[in-house]
């Protein structure tokens, strides 16, 4: 079964420090792997996917297959990052029909 | 706007009763899905529509259904509502054979 996990629900960081928001996820094939963002008052948005290797924000994501994990990282937050988010899988070529997990809010604190 | 609009913003509902939620594709797309988000958790796959048929189905009872039409906009309807319905309702609209998804700010129902 495909399954993602993100076992910090809050995180808090001070202005300035690394952050790293933790991913796992189960999958029998060769899942892609996305990270999604909700700022405040604002829809759900796509912050980067592993298959781009993309920085977005600051932000990386590396796909480790061996230890199943896809954790979010930024080596110094910036108080605009306190948003939730969301580590998704998707078993489509496109995107799509994401799995997702429960969300971990970061707070980044002046 | 060419972004994906859905409607109402807030709704109030009865128990057993019925609820048809909507959603404007944006402009471009003709795929849609519906996901469901209860409180405190990440959204949850409902199903998708292309062509104006189900492409596609999460783990959802068959009360939750749903229509495409012509316009790719649509509707999510849930049949005899139960407390456990209460959530926030995503639609996202994306264009087959393209990557990615734009999201609605959701419909958020209350069951009472």
């Known amino acids: 079964a495909q399954r993602v996990t993100q076992p910090e629900k809050l995180l808090s960081v001070f202005k300035g420090a690394p952050v790293e928001l933790k991913c796992n996820y189960s999958?029998?094939?060769?899942?892609?792997l996305f990270w999604y963002v909700q700022y405040s008052r604002q829809r759900l948005q796509l912050l980067l996917r592993h298959i781009s290797r993309e920085s977005i924000k600051g932000f990386t994501a590396d796909l480790n297959k061996g230890e199943t994990s896809f954790h979010l990282k930024k080596p110094f937050a910036q108080e605009e990052d306190s948003a939730m988010y969301y580590c998704?899988?998707?078993?489509?070529?496109?995107?799509?029909?994401?799995?997702f997990g429960p969300g971990t809010r970061l707070s980044v604190l002046p | 706007e060419t972004g994906v609009t859905q409607s109402p913003t807030h709704l109030i509902k009865t128990r057993g009763q019925q609820v048809t939620l909507r959603c404007s594709s944006q402009?471009?797309?003709?795929?849609v899905s519906w996901y469901q988000q209860a409180l405190g958790q990440g959204p949850q796959f409902i199903f998708q529509y292309y062509r104006e048929e189900e492409n596609g189905r999460g783990n959802f009872p068959p009360r939750f259904s749903g229509l495409q039409f012509p316009n790719y906009s649509s509707e999510l309807n849930v049949n005899a509502l139960e407390l456990d319905d209460s959530a926030l309702y995503l639609c996202?609209?994306?264009?087959?054979?393209?990557?990615?998804?734009?999201f609605g700010s959701g419909t958020r129902l209350t069951v009472v």
């Open positions: 402009s471009g797309h003709n795929t």
């Open positions: 999958y029998s094939g060769s899942p892609e």
């Open positions: 996202a609209s994306s264009q087959t054979g393209e990557w990615g998804y734009t």
């Open positions: 998704a899988l998707s078993a489509d070529n496109y995107g799509q029909n994401f799995v």
